[in-house]
């Protein structure tokens, strides 16, 4: 049904304007991309989830947009948030599958590659000729996979036999290459290896039967006696150390998607609350249902706004007079603060929608469902927490 109403001059989700922070141009590439995002994302993405199965089409599509690992390419981290939360907002799915890509294996390549790794690879998956995935997690190990990692790597001569199994593994049933991650049987530091995915004894299998992220295509990883040879280990890991820096960028984008997820909530329920009519009134007439669309955005708005300071201290970081940028207690406050935030938002939205609300054909559905992703990725609620309550009284309560 149509809006009865004029909506063009209501009030835009960024209700505090946070967007004027970012500078003239980025402005102008953030519009670029809502314009793609809204004619080659939006109205195929339900389609997509329901169908379980990724776009590959469109990867140079998003590759034409020139937006790989953001930062590296001279934006700010402001911008490079804004980005994921409007990717986001048009389909989690699409986002996470380029954090993944950039966030996870570009950008390790820019930290850690040797010469000859990035000459072979960087520009590639930069322009997405190349897919990347991020293969941390086992079948075991979750939070605890510094101290428990399964996976093995032996040195044998110039390569590396890698045994075990990894497990939700996003891009990882299509992915050309794999940052991976082992223990060495000799020393037992943590190696990190480029591993190709096609490489006899690599066995990918697809995690069917998902209530969120269906368009992402993770995978179980069973490495077999693979061989990887020494050119293709990153000579700049050496400890879980530096895997803990690229998780805490990674950490705060899934902020970022936090926000992307309520704003995109609060469209779809504003929308809905001006268009659907009940005992002849909009839906958005009601008080009950106003206590609900504000606190929906009151939330977006106090989650935006934490993400906004922490992109600040990010580039802020390193100039004089500013603070080194945010450690792990601020992105794992971020993280936290901002899932449960976007919990209450879409189960306020979905609540709005009533029955229409559990069917994707309205569009919150699949909001509602993705939320429970990234409530759990990048480190659980609860171990968020744990992480600032130990920066905050010093003692652990990880065991």
Not at 26 to 32: F, V
Not at 92 to 113: C, K, N, P
Not at 170 to 191: H, I, K, Q
Request: proline share 3%; glycine share 10%.
């Amino acid at each position: 049904m149509e809006s009865r109403f004029d909506t063009s001059n209501l009030p835009a989700a960024d209700f505090l304007g946070f967007e004027s922070l970012l500078s003239d141009s980025e402005r102008a590439k953030l519009d670029d991309v809502r314009d793609f995002l809204a004619k080659e994302v939006a109205p195929s993405a339900g389609d997509w989830w329901n169908r379980a199965e990724f776009p590959h089409d469109i990867l140079p599509k998003l590759a034409a947009l020139e937006l790989s690992t953001p930062v590296q390419q001279g934006y700010s981290h402001l911008f490079g948030g804004m980005i994921i939360a409007e990717m986001t907002r048009a389909d989690t799915s699409l986002a996470t599958f380029f954090m993944v890509h950039h966030d996870l294996f570009v950008e390790a390549l820019h930290q850690f590659g040797s010469a000859d790794q990035k000459r072979r690879l960087l520009q590639a998956a930069m322009d997405l000729r190349i897919t990347g995935a991020f293969a941390l997690t086992e079948p075991q190990h979750g939070s605890d996979i510094a101290g428990g990692m399964a996976t093995t790597a032996t040195r044998d001569g110039n390569t590396w036999i890698l045994n075990g199994a990894k497990r939700w593994i996003g891009n990882g049933t299509f992915c050309d290459y794999m940052l991976l991650w082992a223990r060495d049987t000799e020393t037992s530091a943590v190696r990190g290896f480029i591993l190709d995915a096609t490489l006899p004894g690599v066995t990918r299998t697809v995690i069917e039967n998902k209530i969120a992220l269906r368009t992402v295509q993770n995978a179980d990883i069973l490495l077999e006696d693979v061989r990887v040879a020494e050119a293709d280990r990153f000579e700049g890991i050496d400890s879980f150390s530096d895997t803990r820096r690229l998780l805490l960028g990674s950490r705060i984008l899934v902020g970022w998607q936090a926000v992307g997820q309520q704003l995109a909530a609060y469209d779809v329920a504003r929308r809905y609350a001006l268009e659907r009519y009940q005992f002849g009134r909009p839906l958005g007439s009601f008080q009950l249902i106003q206590d609900q669309l504000v606190t929906m955005l009151g939330n977006t708005t106090a989650s935006l706004a934490l993400m906004v300071r922490i992109a600040q201290l990010q580039d802020g970081a390193g100039s004089a007079g500013t603070p080194e940028g945010p450690g792990m207690p601020q992105a794992a406050l971020a993280k936290s603060y901002t899932t449960a935030r976007m919990r209450e938002t879409v189960a306020l939205g979905r609540s709005i929608l009533g029955g229409n609300g559990i069917v994707t054909d309205y569009g919150m559905a699949k909001i509602f469902a993705d939320a429970e992703a990234i409530y759990t990725y990048e480190g659980s609620y609860e171990i968020n927490t744990l992480i600032v309550g130990r920066a905050l009284t010093g003692l652990s309560a990880i065991v």
